[in-house]
């Protein structure tokens, strides 16, 4: 294992699709939406096992999610846990974990992950992760993993490879022509029939001197501070620090910021299950499903007259529904949700009142 390998958790996200599973204090990436024993950042931190050591582990989170991430991560450092005082999107949370692990190892490698997707075929990925890991190490190059589209999906981005140009160190790795914006139907129905177009999966490899180096370029407003706070990292000062200092960034994603702008962008093409598991709805397509397409996530759910269903039932009660179809059917705690499968983006319609 290369001890110069760093693995980034992004887990500041206060997401409540999965509502009434998740909500703003216990969000997505803290939950075990599968039923098998494992939490969205778990299965993160699991399937880096054997590429990075736990000491080199990082997650940036809320300040209010601190206590949840020490207990479902009980073997990384509790000081690898750096917490963002408000929300400022994904470069300025990249910026500051980037000089954090810069001023502790100049040599490190980094793999940005976020906290909450879903990873099928993790023998595939580690593959995927470490192939890219050792094209950083030896280029000033940053990677994104590209990921093959099985539908025109509108929720995500796309990223455009130069298949015509692939790197001389590796072969699978190739230059990136654009990245897209999600796109509608129509668009997204031409990008899934062209080989070259690919999901923008959100997971970027680099050494931590090629991000370092293009945050001064592209964004030195926010670049300045995170730089200027090197004697203070890893000290006592630290966290007072960031707590005055991170909501002076600019809320800006690092897409935008950085992977947009810069020259030495690569995409790894990859096909490993991959799925950011947004709604009931992609759950419903990713989950195991019994004979009559239910999803069945629960120790003690009894179904009759029932058809493609989702029911989120983990809680040590019966469960018994009959006569749905298409329905979600979740509890948590003293909330029951019953709702459409083809209405649940009303979901936070009902979670707010």
Request: hydrophobic share 40%.
């Given at each position: 294992?290369?001890?110069?390998?760093?693995?980034?958790?992004?887990?500041?996200?206060?997401?409540?699709?999965?509502?009434?599973?998740?909500?703003?204090?216990?969000?997505?990436?803290?939950?075990?939406?599968?039923?098998?024993?494992?939490?969205?950042?778990?299965?993160?931190?699991?399937?880096?096992?054997?590429?990075?050591?736990?000491?080199?582990?990082?997650?940036?989170?809320?300040?209010?999610?601190?206590?949840?991430?020490?207990?479902?991560?009980?073997?990384?450092?509790?000081?690898?846990?750096?917490?963002?005082?408000?929300?400022?999107?994904?470069?300025?949370?990249?910026?500051?974990?980037?000089?954090?692990?810069?001023?502790?190892?100049?040599?490190?490698?980094?793999?940005?992950?976020?906290?909450?997707?879903?990873?099928?075929?993790?023998?595939?990925?580690?593959?995927?992760?470490?192939?890219?890991?050792?094209?950083?190490?030896?280029?000033?190059?940053?990677?994104t993993l590209g990921m093959k589209p099985t539908r025109p999906e509108t929720g995500y981005g796309y990223i455009q490879a130069?298949?015509?140009?692939?790197?001389?160190?590796?072969?699978?790795?190739?230059?990136?022509?654009?990245?897209?914006?999600?796109?509608?139907?129509?668009?997204?129905?031409?990008?899934?029939?062209?080989?070259?177009?690919?999901?923008?999966?959100?997971?970027?490899?680099?050494?931590?001197?090629?991000?370092?180096?293009?945050?001064?370029?592209?964004?030195?407003?926010?670049s300045n501070i995170f730089e200027s706070m090197l004697p203070v990292y890893g000290t006592d000062k630290e966290q007072a620090?960031?707590?005055?200092?991170?909501?002076?960034?600019?809320?800006?994603?690092?897409?935008?910021?950085?992977?947009?702008?810069?020259?030495?962008?690569?995409?790894?093409?990859?096909?490993?299950?991959?799925?950011?598991?947004?709604?009931?709805?992609?759950?419903?397509?990713?989950?195991?499903?019994?004979?009559?397409?239910?999803?069945?996530?629960?120790?003690?759910?009894?179904?009759?007259?029932?058809?493609?269903?989702?029911?989120?039932?983990?809680?040590?009660?019966?469960?018994?529904?009959?006569?749905?179809?298409?329905?979600?059917?979740?509890?948590?705690?003293?909330?029951?949700?019953?709702?459409?499968?083809?209405?649940?983006?009303?979901?936070?319609?009902?979670?707010?009142?």
């Amino acid at each position: 294992m290369n001890q110069n390998n760093n693995l980034v958790i992004m887990a500041g996200g206060v997401g409540s699709r999965f509502w009434p599973m998740s909500t703003t204090e216990y969000p997505k990436q803290f939950i075990d939406v599968f039923g098998t024993g494992r939490t969205f950042i778990q299965m993160t931190y699991d399937r880096f096992k054997g590429l990075v050591a736990p000491e080199n582990v990082w997650v940036v989170t809320s300040e209010k999610y601190a206590d949840i991430v020490a207990e479902q991560l009980p073997d990384m450092p509790k000081s690898n846990i750096l917490l963002e005082p408000c929300r400022r999107n994904t470069a300025p949370c990249i910026a500051y974990v980037s000089w954090r692990i810069k001023s502790k190892n100049p040599k490190a490698n980094l793999v940005i992950s976020p906290a909450d997707h879903l990873v099928t075929d993790v023998v595939e990925f580690q593959r995927v992760i470490g192939k890219s890991l050792d094209f950083t190490a030896e280029n000033d190059a940053i990677v994104t993993l590209g990921m093959k589209p099985t539908r025109p999906e509108t929720g995500y981005g796309y990223i455009q490879a130069d298949l015509q140009a692939a790197s001389l160190r590796n072969k699978e790795i190739f230059r990136v022509d654009s990245f897209k914006e999600k796109p509608n139907l129509e668009t997204a129905k031409q990008y899934v029939a062209k080989k070259e177009y690919y999901w923008n999966s959100g997971i970027f490899i680099w050494n931590v001197n090629t991000i370092v180096n293009a945050l001064r370029v592209y964004e030195p407003g926010i670049s300045n501070i995170f730089e200027s706070m090197l004697p203070v990292y890893g000290t006592d000062k630290e966290q007072a620090m960031i707590n005055e200092k991170f909501p002076q960034c600019e809320s800006i994603s690092i897409d935008y910021a950085v992977m947009e702008k810069a020259d030495e962008i690569f995409v790894f093409p990859a096909d490993f299950g991959w799925s950011d598991v947004g709604t009931w709805g992609s759950l419903h397509t990713l989950a195991p499903t019994d004979g009559n397409g239910n999803n069945v996530i629960g120790n003690d759910v009894r179904l009759f007259e029932t058809r493609n269903c989702v029911i989120h039932a983990t809680e040590e009660k019966r469960v018994v529904v009959q006569g749905l179809d298409g329905y979600i059917v979740a509890e948590k705690g003293n909330t029951l949700l019953v709702c459409k499968l083809e209405e649940e983006q009303r979901i936070k319609e009902f979670s707010a009142e």
